[in-house]
């Protein structure tokens, strides 16, 4: 992804699945060394000056990417390590105990018998236990699959890869020896004729004992504790479990043949069918292409070597996998995550970043990462929160929470050999800290997912500055494309990049608003600038509402699970002035109740839309001052709109770019007007509070006696009072009484 000297973007895709060297170079050219296959290179243009058209087009071109289960934005608990159900309940209890939202408990290969696929070790995760443990706590459960089969003559999934003759074969054509976690190993080839039904007949073989939701797709690179194969003289040598003790006594690499590169080339692509690594006329990253992988000669299906098929491998196994879970499961809302990936495997898979290590390095590289997987299309990304490997701290995963807390994929996981940090195991400030940014995300789980939805298979949901401010190249030549992030093109959100939480923070030239009080923190009439702050911990991270955006809010302060957040929503507004007597922002709301992805697909994604444009307006006239909600039908509509799932709204907040100014007398009255005779049958009752923030700005608080939202709804209310409503004068801090008690209400005189 390129941005152009004269404000444009462009991207170039270089459609090639063999191995590959990319670097770019100072003089802003990127250089493609491949090993090898087809030369397919892909340039995509647009005219806009803003590069989400352009991943779009490019996403549609990889046929988008599969929209998540709403339960899988929740938050997600994962260990190597849990070595048993009852040490998996105490990890639910202490989230229940604690006050803490979780939605998904992961099994990592601990539940295995020796750590072998499709088994499970009864004694330790008795199978109803596991089912009953996540059905009485309403959570959902994701397993892991590792691609290696242990070699273990007896074992199911072992005796019948054979018997349909599914492994990757050798160049002798025998089954490649391999070592993962149960030992030696064989890998299916996903790219035989038989693999989909091996690979159900698995999956009906485990779906008979454990109630799954989703499916941890690990190990798939192809991952191998061995060089290649193993050789035959270290087969007695290997220990289940043990990853290095191949690569520590592996035998020495063999002297490079002699062969000049100049006559490798002039043989072609035949001469490198058969062949070894040191063979290749070109080594990428200056590695061996099988270190730790299976040999380049090892053979697929129909005689296609691994070296010009290495990644179909993973494609397949992914989308057989989805193939399985949604057909001969008869799964609907499922969810699949996969460590390798390749260009549209998000058609079928989230991804999370791999082992990662509990330092600052990796917590702060999170947000690159996630970055590019938006480029990807594969925009349900995160990566392990507190750090896999290694020990966290207590600041460490405090902040890490922090930000993790708003990852599209957000999941805390570590290592076997680590400490335990679970958000409850690390003491008081992790456990409040994580406690108020997960009431953040939940708050806002509903907002994040329409971005999803909206987006129906392509465009950014996680983004850098740039992609919604491109010509402020103050934010490439400063770093902090890489230290803050957007929610969509609403919310700005800005992480700690240390324990003491002292940050920069850049806003672009815009009006911005602080979305936990309402203040304005930058007028679009003031330059693009720093602000120094501090984010403080036992809270969330600083979020900041865009001016002319609204986001639909909902109350997480007793919400543990996605579902239980309802459909009742708050609706800020982060006003700008259009004139002085008309200030706007706008907005969109989901029409739906039930966020089942059958229902998500069939309402919002198929014939008709479920979109609503939410347009909020407040205008000044004499005497009197109108609040207007709107709300529009987007995109194809309903033949029969009163069977839409209705949604209510309780409360709206109006911030403003500068003072609203009620500042003398009592409010006498007010009224509502209703479009389409579409008023509620039961009355419809405002309370209101307006006060004046220390930035000197106004918030205006509608506590509404619910509006149930409806199609092309739109509502004005109309505030009387007995002076004249000012944009542009100051006002101070009035808050109103109920409106049955309104009319006993007097403010002094000299207010």
């Known amino acids: 992804l390129n941005k152009e000297p004269f404000s444009k973007w462009h991207m170039t895709f270089l459609r090639n699945i063999n191995a590959m060297d990319i670097s770019l170079s100072l003089q802003n050219t990127i250089n493609y060394k491949i090993t090898g296959g087809l030369i397919n290179l892909r340039v995509f243009l647009t005219e806009d000056a803003y590069p989400e058209p352009l991943l779009k087009l490019y996403h549609r071109y990889l046929n988008g990417y599969a929209t998540p289960p709403f339960w899988s934005l929740g938050f997600h608990q994962s260990r190597y390590g849990y070595k048993d159900v009852n040490q998996m309940t105490n990890v639910v209890n202490g989230y229940n105990q604690n006050g803490l939202p979780l939605d998904t408990l992961w099994s990592d290969i601990d539940y295995m018998v020796d750590y072998e696929d499709f088994t499970i070790d009864e004694d330790r995760f008795n199978p109803e236990t596991v089912n009953g443990l996540i059905a009485n706590n309403s959570l959902h459960y994701v397993p892991i699959i590792d691609y290696g089969i242990g070699k273990k003559p007896g074992s199911i999934a072992y005796d019948m890869g054979l018997q349909m003759n599914v492994f990757i074969k050798n160049y002798k054509g025998e089954p490649l020896l391999g070592k993962v976690w149960p030992g030696l190993s064989h890998f299916p080839d996903f790219l035989h004729p038989n693999a989909t039904e091996y690979w159900s007949n698995m999956f009906v073989l485990l779906a008979g004992k454990l109630n799954f939701d989703g499916i941890w797709l690990d190990m798939n690179e192809i991952s191998n504790f061995c060089d290649g194969e193993c050789p035959p003289e270290e087969v007695n040598k290997i220990v289940i479990g043990q990853p290095d003790s191949m690569k520590e006594n592996a035998p020495k690499e063999k002297e490079k043949e002699t062969t000049p590169k100049r006559l490798l080339m002039e043989q072609g692509p035949r001469r490198l069918l058969g062949t070894k690594d040191e063979d290749l006329p070109y080594h990428i990253g200056n590695g061996k292409l099988d270190d730790h992988l299976v040999q380049l000669n090892a053979t697929h299906a129909g005689g296609l070597e691994d070296f010009n098929a290495h990644h179909l491998n993973t494609f397949y196994e992914n989308a057989i996998t989805y193939g399985i879970l949604q057909q001969t499961l008869n799964m609907s809302d499922f969810f699949i995550l996969t460590r390798a990936n390749m260009p549209g495997i998000g058609r079928f898979a989230a991804h999370w970043g791999g082992d990662n290590y509990a330092d600052?390095?990796?917590?702060?590289?999170?947000?690159?990462?996630?970055?590019?997987?938006?480029?990807?299309?594969?925009?349900?990304?995160?990566?392990?929160?507190?750090?896999?490997?290694?020990?966290?701290?207590?600041?460490?995963?405090?902040?890490?929470?922090?930000?993790?807390?708003?990852?599209?994929?957000?999941?805390?996981?570590?290592?076997?050999?680590?400490?335990?940090?679970?958000?409850?195991?690390?003491?008081?400030?992790?456990?409040?800290?994580?406690?108020?940014?997960?009431?953040?995300?939940?708050?806002?789980?509903?907002?994040?997912?329409?971005?999803?939805?909206?987006?129906?298979?392509?465009?950014?949901?996680?983004?850098?500055?740039?992609?919604?401010?491109?010509?402020?190249?103050?934010?490439?030549?400063?770093?902090?494309?890489?230290?803050?992030?957007?929610?969509?093109?609403?919310?700005?959100?800005?992480?700690?990049?240390?324990?003491?939480?002292?940050?920069?923070?850049?806003?672009?030239?815009?009006?911005w608003y602080n979305l936990s009080d309402g203040s304005l923190v930058r007028s679009a009439k003031t330059k693009a600038g720093i602000v120094n702050m501090v984010v403080p911990l036992n809270a969330s991270m600083p979020v900041f509402l865009r001016g002319g955006h609204i986001v639909a809010l909902q109350n997480s302060t007793n919400v543990r699970r996605a579902k239980d957040l309802g459909n009742v929503f708050q609706l800020t507004a982060g006003l700008v002035t259009l004139n002085k007597s008309t200030a706007q922002a706008k907005g969109n709301l989901l029409l739906l109740n039930d966020y089942s992805l059958p229902n998500v697909r069939s309402r919002c994604q198929g014939a008709v839309s479920c979109q609503l444009e939410v347009t909020i307006q407040y205008i000044q006239g004499r005497g009197y001052a109108d609040v207007v909600l709107n709300f529009a039908g987007v995109g194809p509509q309903p033949a029969d709109p009163s069977k839409d799932e209705l949604i209510a709204l309780s409360r709206v907040t109006l911030l403003f770019d500068r003072s609203t100014a009620l500042n003398f007398a009592r409010i006498k009255r007010y009224e509502t007007t209703f479009n389409n005779n579409t008023a509620p049958t039961s009355p419809f009752l405002v309370d209101y509070k307006i006060k004046q923030n220390l930035a000197g700005n106004s918030v205006i608080d509608l506590d509404i006696n619910p509006l149930y939202i409806r199609r092309n709804l739109s509502v004005t209310i109309r505030f009387h009072y007995q002076s004249v409503f000012s944009l542009k004068r100051d006002c101070l801090l009035y808050t109103s009484p109920?409106?049955?008690?309104?009319?006993?209400?007097?403010?002094?005189?000299?207010?």
């Open 738 to 751: 109920s409106p049955r008690d309104r009319q006993k209400s007097r403010m002094p005189s000299s207010a």
């Open 360 to 511: 600052w390095g990796f917590y702060r590289r999170s947000l690159s990462q996630i970055f590019n997987y938006q480029i990807f299309g594969i925009p349900m990304m995160g990566v392990d929160i507190c750090g896999f490997a290694g020990n966290t701290t207590e600041g460490l995963c405090a902040r890490w929470m922090q930000l993790g807390s708003l990852y599209p994929f957000s999941r805390n996981h570590n290592a076997i050999d680590s400490i335990d940090q679970e958000p409850f195991a690390l003491g008081p400030t992790v456990l409040e800290t994580s406690r108020k940014a997960l009431q953040l995300r939940y708050s806002l789980l509903k907002f994040y997912y329409s971005i999803f939805v909206l987006n129906n298979g392509t465009g950014s949901v996680f983004r850098p500055l740039i992609f919604n401010y491109p010509d402020d190249q103050t934010i490439l030549d400063d770093g902090h494309v890489e230290r803050l992030f957007m929610i969509g093109n609403s919310l700005l959100v800005v992480p700690a990049q240390d324990e003491a939480g002292q940050v920069v923070v850049y806003f672009p030239q815009d009006t």
